[in-house]
């Protein structure tokens, strides 16, 4: 790549990051965030792990197109949180875009056969949540759906209490209870399932079938929340970023075409040109473009090619795989249907290349931004810190981690960022977010009983 477009490039995603930052201060704000395009959204999450949470609970995990169950153990000595048992249930597409009522039974039967299965039903467990959409949390067990995102559009959902919706379905069968309920998204449980092994993380991100990051900010910036002391982690929900318009002129004609064909038009820009979702669909519609005007396959196209989502993500990554991408294209090329000469596939190539860098580069600008934003708060020259990271995106494709990781240091120069990938941060972390808002009621429950006695202790002394 030559200097100028390596320079036209960082430009491009300074002012990405730029933007973006100007969004999160929106966002964050006290009467701008109700409009602000990037949500920002208060977790009630105040503390990483410190190492003592202990205890057995169950975790449900929605937000892709699979739900899964599972009984976690979190052993203090050993440091360790175990995974004891799971067990996934499909959701139908059907399902995804039936009734609130028809998913929430849905989920609490798989829960319920899990629960005989393991020989729990007589138990009432503490139970997280991993809920991977927008919710707008007022406390860490109620939690407002504002939106519907990825694949689902279940209705009566919207603007309602997901944890109320749950208890409801368990109630509705009367077979089986559950103890209290933590709401986590996915990002979080990325970034407390990382903080178990490395307590400096304070950052979770995920790059897969969706996108988006969260990290612990200053009470002091949360104007939503009561409260100027500590720290509390915030859903950042940066897939929303540019929903007001704010990346019209990065945006290309494919993006516009994958929103407009999309279930929600006009939401989740951002994520709509990064995430797995949308990837393979966007480099489907530029290899029917390059057909259409005869630079590609002697301008043949296929029924195939010409489908919606049948050029998949995953292909992406295939295509672009160092030693045997080619021969992978070729093949990829053929079971679509077109007749390819080696020079189509070098081309296709380029494309999923050029998609998949732009997707890692504007993750890394917006990463950019929050590792900025971190070491500002707290007037810091340089930050070191840690991002657990999650998503098929980022574990699977060849080089979008190394480009993601070259382009933030460009960004973020005054900041040493390790990252680590995270060891099922929807089952465990949600666990881990459930153990450390027990300890901090069980120690805040401590304290108020200790104020108690050395009150009755002062009565006394009177
Ligand atoms: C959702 C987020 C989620 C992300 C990754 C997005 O569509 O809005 O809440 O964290 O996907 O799963």
């Known amino acids: 790549m030559c200097c100028q477009t390596i320079q036209k490039k960082r430009e491009e995603n300074s002012k990405v990051s730029a933007r973006l930052k100007r969004d999160f201060s929106r966002g964050l704000g006290k009467h701008s965030h109700h409009k602000a395009p990037v949500k920002m959204l208060p977790t ?9 949470e202990k205890g057995d609970f169950l975790a449900l995990d929605l937000g892709g197109t699979n739900f899964r169950v599972l009984h976690v153990r979190v052993v203090e000595e050993q440091q360790k949180v175990l995974k004891m048992d799971s067990q996934i249930c499909a959701i139908p597409q059907d399902m995804m875009l039936g009734t609130g009522e028809q998913l929430f039974d849905h989920i609490a039967a798989c829960l319920s056969d899990f629960l005989v299965s393991q020989d729990l039903k007589g138990q009432t467990l503490p139970l997280g949540f991993t809920f991977s959409f927008p919710c707008e949390q007022k406390e860490i067990d109620k939690s407002i759906l504002i939106r519907w995102t990825k694949g689902f559009n279940c209705s009566g959902v919207e603007g309602k209490d ?28 990325t970034m407390m399932s990382c903080g178990y092994r490395d307590q400096s993380c304070e950052i979770g991100m995920i790059i897969g079938t969706g996108t988006n990051a969260c990290y612990m900010e200053e009470m002091k910036n949360v104007k939503r929340v009561e409260g100027e002391d500590g720290r509390m982690c915030i859903n950042t929900e940066w897939g929303g970023f540019g929903d007001d318009g704010s990346l019209k002129d990065i945006q290309t004609e494919f993006d516009r075409v994958v929103d407009k064909m999309s279930i929600n038009t006009g939401v989740h820009t951002f994520e709509k040109m990064i995430s797995g979702m949308y990837l393979g669909e966007i480099v489907r519609l530029v290899l029917v473009k390059l057909t259409e005007d005869k ?23 295939e295509i672009e795989e160092q030693d045997n991408g080619l021969e992978n294209a070729q093949n ?9 000469e080696l020079v189509d596939s070098r081309v296709v190539r380029l494309v999923c290349d050029t998609i998949s860098s732009r997707s890692a580069r504007l993750c890394a600008a917006a990463l950019a931004t929050i590792a900025n934003r971190i070491r500002v708060n707290r007037g810091l020259d340089h930050l070191k810190t840690t991002v657990g990271v999650d998503g098929t995106v980022y574990r699977k494709h060849p080089n979008f981690s190394d480009e993601l990781k070259a382009t933030v240091r460009l960004l973020a120069p005054e900041c040493d960022i390790t990252f680590l990938v995270s060891e099922d941060g929807s089952g465990k972390g949600a666990a ?5 808002a027990q300890r901090l009621a069980l120690q805040s429950r401590l304290l108020e009983d200790s104020d108690g006695e050395s009150d009755e202790e002062e009565e006394e002394d009177k």
Not at 163 to 180: M, N, P, Q, T, W
Not at 311 to 317: D, M, N, R
């Open 295 to 317: 630079l590609l396959f002697k301008g043949q196209s296929s029924e195939a090619l010409k489908t919606p989502g049948r050029f998949e993500t995953k292909f992406i990554s």
């Open 432 to 436: 881990m977010v459930t153990a450390v």
């Open 44 to 52: 009630f999450v105040r503390a990483t792990p410190d190492g003592t």
């Open 332 to 340: 990829i090329l053929t079971k679509l249907g077109l007749k390819w």
């Open 162 to 189: 997901v944890v109320k919706l749950l208890k409801e379905a368990i109630h509705r069968r009367g077979d089986y209870d559950i103890g209290s309920v933590a709401m986590v998204n996915d990002t979080v449980g």
